[in-house]
């Protein structure tokens, strides 16, 4: 298996939408739990848009040029971690590709972009346990830690 990994531009959202929506799709299914509510077609839109404004970035990895995986992330600042950080956003690798690798060499390519931008850390948010009890020992065997605490969230955009 040949692996190519390669930050994505704008022109790849159409890409990294789907593979995003798959991620949530799985989440969804696995903890029988409607935790997002995202579509394709608004997804790429506003990924689109994102790395064209530089909030957003992605690493795409590809298998015989096919998108086998993807993590997005974004630069952010923390007092407590000591100032530029990067948080994983998604972090996604198809089904058919995991344990063979790809995802730490993903991980890799985030840090090496951390260390890159100066970032003192590496922060994301597992998806629910225990249904994901293998992403977080993936994780940890990545060199990532639990540092407690659950990822909390308030919608703020009224459905009116």
């Known amino acids: 298996m040949k692996l190519k990994f390669i930050q994505a531009t704008p022109d790849k959202a ?10 949530t799709q799985e989440i ?14 608004g997804t ?6 994102l790395l064209s404004a530089g909030h957003y970035a992605a690493i795409i ?3 015989d040029n096919i998108p086998v995986a993807v993590s997005t992330f974004t630069e952010t600042y923390a007092l407590y971690a000591g100032g530029k950080i990067g ?7 198809l089904p058919a590709f995991r344990s063979s690798g790809v995802g730490a060499m993903l991980i ?14 590496i922060e994301l948010c597992t998806p629910p346990l225990p249904e994901f009890e293998r992403a977080l020992s993936f994780y940890q065997d990545n060199g990532l830690v639990p540092v407690g605490g659950r990822k909390m969230r308030q ?4 459905n009116a």
Do not use: M
Not at 14 to 23: A, C, F, K, N, Y
Not at 30 to 38: E, Y
Not at 155 to 158: E, G, H, K, P, V
């Open 14 to 23: 159409e890409i990294i939408g789907s593979l995003v929506v798959q991620l």
């Open 44 to 49: 790429v839109q506003r990924c689109e848009e």
């Open 61 to 63: 990895g590809w298998s």
């Open 108 to 121: 890799e390519q985030v840090r090496s972009y951390g260390q890159k931008h100066d970032w003192s850390c």
């Open 155 to 158: 919608n703020l955009a009224s």
């Open 28 to 41: 969804c299914e696995r903890t029988n739990a409607q935790h997002f509510d995202i579509d394709l077609e």
């Open 87 to 93: 948080v994983i956003q998604e972090f996604y690798v």
